[in-house]
């Protein structure tokens, strides 16, 4: 107890300051034991885990999902949410699907730039209604969730796009490998580093924190609210968008209802992550961990025989574990703040 | 004058506009709309949401959200009709369904209380939680083997009058919720909580008791809604009201309740209820689908909120002006 009274009160007083200390305190650090027990385990009861396909599968599966969590812990650092993540990757899969099909030979980069700039657009719908008409975020992109969902149902009409419909080169998109791992990986990783390091050492991402922390005192401090809550927003949109054209290129068909509860398990990456839904603190990594965590236990539910039927359990099993184990820490971090406080005084 | 002014620039009287405005375009549209069976079935359709959003009410009021309703719903769904395949009478199947969701309200209000958690994260969790346990439960099966007075819970109406039953429960609930929030004082104890948690626990408000009863109320309640969706369904499900956390917060949230907690009425989240369930008859009479609805429900969210924004702000810069032209 008193151990951890020193290490948990260490970087408030400055006076362990080793890199390798502070890393393994680091909140990220732990989800990343975690997720290397769990891994374990599988492996003890399927050693198949850790083949090399079924590695791939399970990265696959993590990265559309990562790639959103990032732009939803974004948001939630910044004291907001966004509930319409789902119904925007539908609709950028399914505009730039259908745009495929029309022009098969077209160039992909225009697939892309389509795909962004309808996740962009939807984004700055959001970014509208929360940083100009101050409606509050939960309810403004429930909203949008709504109309968003709604608009690509009717857009869709029912259809289906499949895979002998679009290009061979779309597809291939989700099979090209560098280094012997798909490029989507790759893709995933460089974007939770890009937004990992905006969010700890640019303006812009120490910003959203102080906003997400006190956002009054980051007004008064000069922070312009509503730029961030836009950038946040429309970040958001655009991460969908990307993720909504690769959603093509890995799944082969696309229709309106794909992505069903992407939002959840977004938020959820992001809270098992160590992000806090009050904003203000965790991290983009802990975010982009979680996710990885998910397909995990997805996988080793598969793997394991598992009816399928236990998967939603597990999941909500391990959000709740994971929140309350965080909740036990916080409470026991605040009791060895107090008592070195209260040390502090005497002397 | 004063108190006119003040009357409407209440949310519940523009919400009033609004909802005349539904029906008066409902039956413009379509002359079967204001048919007494129509207006039946379109109340009977509305009220799985409509008695969710009760306790909802209570439940945001105080600050907290409870995203796992729908889940609920379907568990003790699955409840019901496991009790009714095991061979129990309907009626022991139904205390048996109560008494599960009261026990799932529970484990969310403890949650919450002793984790000192946020509601959104933990229902987030028990959403997927509670959803699992019925579907490791009662796998894909549907059962429907349920006597003729359970059915005519859902669309049965009382005697020959076009009432359904399923609105005569909904409405004994809304008087008792309704009597709870504004006229006693436990009450005014949830506006307190959503207000200021810390003042109204140094008034000596057990807030953590209170709360862990708004949730076991929103469990109950979502019992209450399972008999009335599986009835109106002639069938239970364990995918039985997936996603219906949303409608119901629309409803709460469009009814002009504060997302945030502290404020909002049980009478403008049942105009706000009437509001939705016409809009959606009216566009089902036109033919419109379900899927489709959804993009003018969120529309009615969004622009309501839109404009009643900007009336406020309007007749803020109004008062403003008046006052500096007064003074001078």
Redo the contacts between chains.
């Keep these: 107890m008193s151990k951890s009274a020193d290490t948990i009160s260490a970087p408030a007083s400055g006076m362990r300051s080793g890199t390798i200390g502070r890393l393994l305190h680091a909140r990220e650090f732990r989800l990343a034991i975690a997720l290397f027990v769990i891994g374990l385990l599988v492996t003890l009861r399927e050693p198949r885990f850790l083949q090399a396909s079924n590695l791939e599968q399970v990265a696959l599966s993590a990265t559309l999902v990562c790639i959103v969590a990032v732009g939803e812990a974004l948001v939630i650092i910044a004291r907001q949410?966004d509930l319409s993540v789902g119904a925007i990757v539908a609709m950028s899969a399914f505009v730039s699907a259908s745009w495929l099909e029309a022009n098969p030979n077209g160039p992909l980069v225009l697939v892309f730039l389509i795909g962004c700039g309808v996740g962009l657009a939807m984004g700055a719908g959001n970014a509208l209604?929360v940083a100009l008409?101050?409606?509050?975020a939960?309810?403004?992109t429930?909203?949008?969730?709504?109309?968003y969902?709604?608009?690509v149902?009717?857009y869709a009409g029912g259809r289906q796009i499949s895979a002998t419909q679009l290009p061979d080169s779309y597809g291939h998109i989700a099979e090209i490998a560098f280094l012997g791992v798909p490029i989507l990986v790759w893709l995933a990783i460089a974007l939770t580093l890009v937004f990992g390091l905006i969010a700890r050492f640019t303006q812009v991402g120490r910003n959203l924190y102080a906003l997400g922390s006190n956002p009054e005192g980051a007004r008064f401090a000069g922070i312009g609210e509503g730029r961030h809550i836009a950038f946040v927003f429309l970040n958001s949109g655009l991460l969908c968008g990307l993720v909504g054209v690769l959603w093509g290129a890995r799944f082969g068909t696309v229709d309106?209802v794909i992505a069903?509860d992407l939002n959840?398990q977004a938020?959820?990456a992001a809270?098992v992550g160590g992000v806090s839904?009050?904003g203000g603190s965790g991290s983009v990594y802990g975010a982009a961990i979680g996710a990885v965590i998910f397909a995990v236990l997805q996988n080793g539910v598969q793997l394991l025989g598992i009816?399928q039927?236990?998967?939603?359990?597990?999941?909500?099993?391990a959000?709740?574990v994971t929140?309350?184990f965080y909740?036990?820490f916080a409470?026991r971090a605040e009791e060895a703040e107090r008592m070195s406080r209260h040390q502090a005084k005497r002397r | 004058m004063t108190r006119l002014t003040a009357l409407l620039a209440r949310w519940e009287t523009f919400l009033l506009l609004v909802l005349a405005a539904a029906v008066i375009t409902g039956a413009e549209s379509s002359h079967y709309f204001l048919t007494s069976s129509n207006l039946s079935i379109a109340i009977a359709g509305a009220m799985p949401i409509s008695i969710v959003a009760l306790p909802m009410t209570l439940v945001i009021i105080t600050g907290e959200i409870d995203i796992s309703v729908g889940s609920m719903i379907g568990l003790c769904a699955t409840i019901i009709a496991l009790s009714i395949e095991a061979g129990c009478s309907a009626p022991l199947a139904m205390a048996a369904g109560i008494a599960v969701g009261a026990l799932a309200g529970l484990v969310n209000g403890a949650i919450v209380v002793f984790g000192a958690l946020p509601s959104l994260v933990v229902t987030i969790g028990t959403l997927a939680l509670y959803r699992g346990v019925a579907q490791i439960l009662l796998k894909e099966r549907g059962v429907s083997d349920f006597p003729d007075w359970y059915q005519a819970i859902g669309f049965g109406t009382v005697g020959s009058t076009p009432i359904p039953w399923s609105a005569v429960i909904f409405l004994l609930f809304f008087a008792g919720f309704a009597v709870y929030l504004h006229r006693t004082r436990y009450g005014r104890v949830l506006y307190a909580i959503g207000n200021n948690r810390t003042a109204a626990r140094f008034s000596g408000v057990n807030v953590g008791c209170v709360l862990i009863g708004v949730f076991v109320a929103s469990g109950i309640m979502c019992s209450v809604a399972a008999i009335v969706l599986t009835a109106y369904l002639a069938s239970a499900r364990s995918d039985t009201a997936i996603g219906l956390e949303l409608p119901v917060i629309t409803a709460v949230v469009l009814g002009g309740v504060n997302i945030f907690g502290g404020s909002g009425t049980l009478g403008g989240v049942l105009i706000a209820l009437m509001v939705l369930a016409f809009v959606q008859n009216s566009l089902g009479l036109a033919g419109v689908t379900p899927e489709e609805q959804q993009i003018v429900t969120g529309a009615v969210l969004i622009l309501t909120l839109v404009v009643f924004g900007g009336a406020t702000k309007l007749r803020r810069t109004w008062r403003g002006l008046m006052q500096s032209w007064a003074s001078e």
Excluded: E, M
């Excluded at chain 1, 429930?142 to 109309?147: D, N, S």
């Design positions: 949410v209604l008409f101050r409606i509050p939960i309810v403004a429930l909203g949008t969730l709504a109309i969902r709604g608009g149902i009717v309106a069903p959840l938020i959820s809270v839904i009050f009816n039927f236990w998967l939603q359990a597990v999941v909500g099993a959000i709740l929140v309350l909740s036990l409470r």
